[in-house]
C-alpha cells in the first residue's frame, strides 16, 4: 500500500475487488484536517463509477485511533464564517460516503472520538475491534457536532441514548457501542480488517444494481424532501427490467448460482 501522488494524508489500494483507505496521520491520532476530509471526499468519489471496485474499508493508520476527533489546532481561531464552512465542507465528505453505491465499511481500530466517530457513522456499516472507543465529546470545547453527529448518532441508537451520549461526553468502549447499535461486530484487532473482507465478499456474490438500490432506499427514510416508500415503489419496480433480476430469478428456479453483471 502507497500514498498515492493525488493524496497527502491517506493510503489507498485495491485488493479482490476492494478499496482500502486508510488515514495516514498516525502521529496525530489520524485527526481530521481538511485535507484528510478533501482526499477521502475525492477517493470515495472515485470508486462510485469504477466497475472494478464492489465495496469500500475505511481505517486508520497504527493501532491507536481510526480517526480522534478533527484537528482542534486548524480551527480554535476560525471565525462564524470560517466554522460554518467547515461544518458544511465536512457534511458534504460525510453525505459522499453515506450516498456511496458500493458498500462502505468502518474498521474501527481504536478511538473513533468527534468527527471520527461522525466518520464512522457515515459508512453503511461498523466493525470494531475490541480496544475501539467511541464518543462526541464536542461539548467540553463549547462546541456540538459538525458533521452530522447529532443527526446519525439518533438515527443508529435512538433519541434518548443519543442526547446522553452528546450532552455528557461521554466514552463507551466497543462492547457498550454493540449493545446500543452502533456497530455491527466487534473482533479482536487482528481479526478487524479480515470481518470486514468476509462481509464485503458476502455482498459482492449479490447483484451489485439491487445493492446500491438498498442503499438509495434505506438513506430515503432519512430524507425530509423524500418518501422512502414510494422510492422503493419506483426502484422495485425498474429491476423487473434488469438482466440481474432475470440472472437471479432464473438461478433460483434452475438451483444453481447467480452470475450477476451489475446491468
Known amino acids: 500500500m502507497s500514498v498515492s501522488p493525488m493524496y497527502q494524508t491517506i493510503l489507498t489500494k485495491t485488493e479482490n475487488e476492494i478499496f482500502y483507505i486508510t488515514i ?40 491507536k485511533a481510526f480517526a480522534a476527533g478533527a484537528d ?8 462564524v464564517e ?21 458498500p462502505v465499511l468502518a474498521a474501527v481500530n481504536g478511538f473513533a472520538l468527534g ?34 453527529g447529532t443527526q ?14 452528546l450532552m455528557t461526553a ?3 468502549n466497543a462492547q457498550e457501542a454493540h449493545r446500543l447499535g452502533l456497530v455491527n461486530h466487534v473482533v479482536t ?14 455482498i459482492k456474490t449479490k447483484s451489485p444494481l439491487a445493492i446500491s438500490s438498498v442503499i438509495r432506499c434505506v438513506n430515503a427514510y432519512y430524507e425530509k424532501k ?14 423487473f427490467g434488469s438482466e440481474d433480476f432475470k440472472e437471479g430469478t432464473e438461478a433460483f428456479l434452475n438451483k444453481r448460482p447467480a452470475a450477476f453483471k451489475g446491468k
Open 24 to 63: 495516514n496521520r498516525e502521529s496525530k491520532l489520524n485527526a481530521l484536517n481538511i485535507q484528510t476530509l478533501a482526499d477521502i471526499k475525492s477517493a470515495i468519489l472515485s470508486t462510485y463509477e469504477d466497475n472494478a471496485i464492489n465495496g469500500i474499508i475505511i481505517t486508520g493508520a497504527g493501532t
Open 72 to 79: 482542534i489546532e486548524e480551527f480554535a481561531n476560525f471565525s
Open 82 to 102: 470560517e466554522g460554518t464552512r467547515m461544518s458544511a465542507e465536512g457534511h458534504a465528505v460525510l453525505n459522499a460516503i453515506e450516498s456511496c453505491p458500493k
Open 115 to 148: 468527527g471520527g466517530n461522525e466518520l464512522a457513522m457515515a459508512c453503511h456499516l461498523r466493525v470494531a475491534s475490541e480496544n475501539a472507543k467511541f464518543g462526541q465529546p464536542e461539548v467540553n470545547l463549547g462546541l456540538i457536532p459538525g458533521y452530522a
Open 152 to 165: 446519525r448518532l439518533a438515527q443508529l441508537i435512538g433519541r434518548g441514548r443519543a442526547l446522553e451520549l
Open 170 to 172: 461521554d466514552v463507551i
Open 189 to 202: 484487532l487482528d481479526q478487524l480488517i479480515p470481518k470486514c473482507e468476509e462481509i464485503l465478499n458476502k
Open 226 to 239: 423524500l418518501d422512502g416508500n414510494n422510492v422503493e415503489i419506483n426502484e422495485f419496480g425498474n429491476f
